[in-house]
């Protein structure tokens, strides 16, 4: 690997980390009900963030889903900020109306939105005023897999081909809709669906850092030559399951002990009337097999995009980018932790 | 009567409809896990798990609906009915009319509303006016497990169509799904009685349309629904060691609108305070201001809503929301200015 | 050909007869004030829409878009109350309350819309009911090549495709929207688009209204056999422009005459500020791009369907067949017409 | 000051925004030949033909704004809000709430309105009270060509976003197009003072939110906007007839709303007669009632609207529609059962 190549990789390992000891804030903060309502985590996107956003500058604008502080991060909005956003501090990014859905920055240029769907509409905007402005900014949109199905998004992907507007669509690849698997809900499947808008797509592994940053860097050089819109299809683990607390993985913990998450299950299979035995258990069945999947893909150590890149870089470099982003993670969260306390 | 969760009666109701009506199925997206009672007992062919398309699903419903079956489709929160609107706007809520009363709709949109537990603005609001508004739509926000299985089962064998509210902090299952069961310190301002109370067995169907008086009182009217009934009762009791008598009126559905009882409760007390979490403007606190003065009822008016885009903050999202303390301000306001028994 | 290759013809060709004057007695309708609102017919989709409303039967169910009168007259819905709910007479189809935009009639299972994409949905809804009743009936959704732009209309292609929907979705081709070419908006193409979402597409000349009856034969037969939805892509012309009093067919012949339409336009490429006189020049052009194509479409005889077909058959068959229909027309006219100055 | 069309009168306003400031750009199904003069004008970068994608229209309008640029981006009508309301509802709207007034999206979302031309109930709606509903939407309703115009400027020169709706039957050029102009025997109850007025030149900026008294009298308030204030000018003429003084106000936008000029109306004529082409519960006119109640106006009340779906046929139509007849109907009724000077 040459010698830039391995200053790149330190630079998208250090962000990675970043992003990862953020989102364990994140479930910290939550965890003690500083951060209030939903959390969804971007555990297991971090290559594609960090491989996709290495890209961006100053003229170039995301717009984010729910999972949105991994981009934030490392597009280099203040930690701190984001954080004190999450439990709702009025010198948060947003002031503390916004939240953890809906982090926004209007001098980054990025949004996020809880709606599925919703960056795929508002890169499209990003980067039709990129365009007017006429400086070879892009604008990214990332958006997870079950998101495909919503109209909006591909209506946007449409509109981005129509105009030939300079935007980048990331699909993050997690295979799961909350509690649903997506290649069973997804006609002709991720691929042929997101090909079939007249753009470019290319599919990578979404784990695999180096290979994000290199397809992210000829998607976003195409935008900014006036070629027009990519897709990137990037396959990536959701090993948190949907949400913290997540159904499924409280169901799949409930198994093992016949807690009361399942008792009710076996009640339903004998109330009469209903339908045969048969089909029950076949329901039963397919709710296990999600269960088991959702257990199966947590513990998954080897996939995690980080080790993996760490197994690129020498022990030692790994180890020293790792504890720089702690600290700077941790000194921020010390202090949203103390305000917090403060504030309450 | 035994007494059951808000989450257990609806459950409760919805299995009896289906075990009633073989027409009856369930479609939207996690229905498989999300009500998976339903899923073991009635099997693959009753509930569908759905892409996340709401459009596409939502106008599934009504053309299933159209040729016979009796859909009850879900829509995770009331908020993404943004993207899915004309279905009901344009197709659901039109077709009596268009067809000259022909052919009818008789499909159920059940989602969960409101806010009070930190999601912010886009994930917490009612909208029930803004679905109030559209003729030839029914809106039913229950405030009690009775009425949430009554209200879900009159829902499913009317005519429809019909958006089926429930408030999440009402709804125990929901709080869970949201983050309540997995961790501690996160407090929720659940009102005690909503989310237990006694349902009969099997359930009894409650008609849409006709409040429910839940609290008697001559000094003061205060009407409501969903949640906000609860703060209410909780309000009297308040007025009362005031020496301040207030009824309590659950509107329970929002369309059709009870417009004999608010006009009667109006004559009687010569003050009302609507309490709506819906947006001030959202519809109906100032349907129920026309009513009364449509009908000559010069009564004194005051209302506690939601008046700007809920904050994540839960300091702020409280300030924004009508709690007890906003009623009672509006209240003592309402007594001050309008000191006479009538207006 | 076989004789019963030619029977079905005959019928047929009877049907995209009975249509067409179905139409023209609208437009007569239309032009007199009777019939309010906009107009808009299906001249030039006869082929598609006999070729596939002759595969169906009364387990059978339709989603129509705003040119719904052709798969009514076809499905045998009584003409007299599609013309009376036309003029708005309370003996109407629908009692005069829906009009020409939402003829609906529950004994047929057939609901027309007036917004793009709706036919979609319902024809899913239409399937779902179809599929549960377990008697092998279909669904048909109609709609345009602008159509497929709008988001609930591909969401319903994928929600038919996952859940396996005995539906035929049927895009008529008429390769405009408006005034807009949809080839220029339709990133991908439109073949490409509706192959996406796995289902089997057929692409058919829709002019040609033996190959559609062919392939709609089995699109409904892989229905029926519960082997989920199809698509069927049928070109077509569209010869009367968008609708009654097209904005595009009245600029064409405004140009001839330098027309109050064309007038101002000619003013705005002189007025200042502005773009450049190259880039007004073009945008001129564009315009009159799309009147010419407009115009050289509409009196393409050629590729009249009715033609077509009428040539493949004796002419006197085909001479007799066209007065039976046209006869069959007139008579309910007649009566509308009746009702209408009765009423005035 | 020369009189022009409603029409023209949005045309020069556009083409002026579009002159002054390059940020302003045109977006929509057909724009390029719908509003042809400015595509010639202006070239293809600041007018660009949408494809049938409302959300994502919508969407990228909100996004440009966000990133610098004008949008005024056209719906065909108001009524297919409902594909892409999620759009407005959750995100255009909430934008400067969510970031505690960091940002904020200067966004103009033009679209025809109304009926009266015999299109039926999916074609013809007002929906201004549905989207007034939400905090953080401007919505305004021209009845002058002067109004259109000003109005325009200010949406376009604005923080938005601004609903800004045209009322077809006002719009000569929504008229033709819709098919009025290629054919004989048709007949549109068009108000001819709403189609040609005097327009400054330039036009003049009228600010959002205050209303326009466009006649004076004490005995009853008309309150109004669109097409409706024509219809109160006529019935306030026939009244003067019969002895009676009735002021009409023109509301012109309806959020922000003018809650000023309602209240010291209702004061000073004791009776408000809300004429609102939308649906009687559609909002605006409940909340007025609303206004008038909370400032402790108690004048008579009563409202002429929409009641139900529009009807296709020409003759249903204009009975639900708010005509001049039951107008002077619910006038007759009010001096009647107020008939003191104040409520
Ligand atoms: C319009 C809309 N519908 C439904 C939801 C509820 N919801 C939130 S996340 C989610 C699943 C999205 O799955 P995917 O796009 O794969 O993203 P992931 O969560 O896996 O990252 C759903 C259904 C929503 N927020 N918005
Ligand atoms: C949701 C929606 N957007 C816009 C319109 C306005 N509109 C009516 S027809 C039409 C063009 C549709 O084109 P296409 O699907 O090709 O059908 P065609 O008219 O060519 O048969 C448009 C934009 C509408 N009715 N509904
Ligand atoms: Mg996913
Ligand atoms: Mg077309």
């Known amino acids: 690997m040459s010698s830039t190549g391995t200053e790149q990789l330190q630079a998208l390992y250090l962000q990675m980390c970043r992003i990862r000891w953020t989102e364990q804030a994140l479930a910290l903060l939550w965890r003690r009900g500083l951060a209030s309502g939903e959390m969804h985590l971007g555990i297991g996107e971090e290559a594609v963030v960090a491989g996709v956003v290495g890209n961006l500058d100053d003229r170039d604008a995301m717009a984010l889903d729910y999972r949105s502080t991994p981009a934030l991060v490392a597009r280099g909005v203040d930690l701190t900020s984001i954080l004190l956003e999450v439990v709702g501090s009025p010198s948060g990014l947003c002031g503390g109306r916004g939240g953890h859905m809906h982090l926004m920055s209007r001098e980054h240029l990025v949004a996020a939105s809880g709606v599925v769907g919703a960056p795929g509409p508002l890169a499209c905007g990003f980067g039709l005023a990129a365009r007017t402005k006429g400086k070879g900014g892009v604008a990214v949109a990332f958006f997870g897999d079950g998101a495909v199905n919503e109209g909006m998004l591909m209506e946007a992907l449409n509109l981005a081909a129509a105009w030939r507007l300079p935007v980048v669509f990331v699909c993050k690849d997690n295979r799961w809709a909350v509690t649903t698997r997506s290649s069973e809900l997804t006609g002709g499947g991720l691929r042929r669906r997101l090909g079939a808008f007249g753009m470019p797509l290319d599919r990578v592994d979404g784990r695999d850092v180096e290979s994000v940053a290199a397809a992210a860097a000829r998607a976003v050089a195409r935008g900014r030559a006036g070629r027009g819109p990519t897709v990137l299809l990037a396959s990536c683990p959701r090993p948190e399951g949907h949400f913290l607390g997540d159904p499924l993985v409280r169901l799949t913990s409930a198994v093992g002990e016949l807690a009361a998450e399942v008792r009710p299950l076996v009640a339903e299979l004998v109330v ?8 029950r258990l076949s329901a039963v069945k397919g709710i296990g097999g999600k269960a088991a999947a959702v257990a199966v893909h947590a513990p998954a150590r080897t996939s995690d995009p980080l080790r993996r890149a760490a197994r690129r870089l020498p022990e030692a470099t790994s180890r020293e980018l790792a504890v720089v982003a702690r600290r700077e993670v941790e000194t921020a969260l010390g202090r949203v932790l103390g305000e917090a306390v403060s504030r309450a | 009567m035994p007494e059951t969760s808000f989450s257990e009666a609806v459950d409760r109701a919805l299995a009896l409809a289906m075990t009633r009506d073989p027409r009856v199925v369930v479609l939207g997206e996690d229905v498989r896990l999300q009500r998976r009672g339903a899923f073991v007992r009635f099997g693959a062919s009753r509930v569908l798990d759905a ?12 053309g299933a609906a159209m040729a016979g079956l009796r859909p009850v489709v879900e829509i995770y929160f009331v908020d993404f009915i943004g993207v899915a609107l004309d279905q009901l706007l344009n197709h659901a809520a039109k ?6 009363g022909r052919w009818q709709a008789p499909l159920v949109v059940r989602a969960a509303c409101g806010g009070g537990y930190g999601d912010a603005g886009q994930h917490q609001q009612s909208l029930w006016g803004l679905l109030a508004g559209v003729p030839g739509l029914s809106v039913v926000v229950p405030s009690t497990p009775a009425d949430a299985a009554g209200l879900l089962l009159a829902a499913i064998d009317g005519p429809g169509p019909v958006v089926f509210l429930e408030h999440k902090l009402l709804s125990q299952q929901w709080l869970d799904y949201l983050g309540g069961a997995s961790r501690e310190g996160v407090q929720f301002d659940v009102p005690a009685a909503g989310a237990r109370g006694e349902v009969g067995e099997p359930p009894v169907p409650v008609p849409l349309g006709v409040a429910a008086l839940r609290r008697q009182g001559g000094d003061l009217a205060l009407v409501s629904l969903g949640v906000g009934v609860h703060r209410c009762l909780e309000a009297a009791e308040l007025l009362e060691d005031e020496g301040v008598w207030a009824a309590v009126l659950d509107l329970r559905s929002v369309a059709p609108l009870d417009v004999q009882a608010i006009v009667e409760l109006g004559r009687r007390t010569g003050r009302v305070l609507v309490v709506d979490e819906d947006y001030t403007r959202g519809g109906l ?22 008046e700007e885009t809920i904050p994540y903050a839960r300091a702020l999202e409280d300030a924004v929301l009508p709690n007890v303390e906003r009623i009672m301000a509006a209240a003592h306001a309402l007594l001050v200015n309008a000191p006479g028994k009538r207006g």
């Open chain 1, 272 to 279: 009469r009337p209903g339908a045969p035995l048969a089909q």
């Open chain 2, 51 to 62: 892409p996340i398309s709401e459009s596409a699903l939502l106008g599934t419903a009504l």
């Open chain 2, 95 to 100: 077709l009596e009319a268009f067809t000259g």
């Open chain 2, 285 to 306: 606190s100032g349907e129920v201001a026309a009513v009364l003065a449509e009908h000559g009822v010069r009564s004194a008016y005051a209302r506690v809503t939601t």
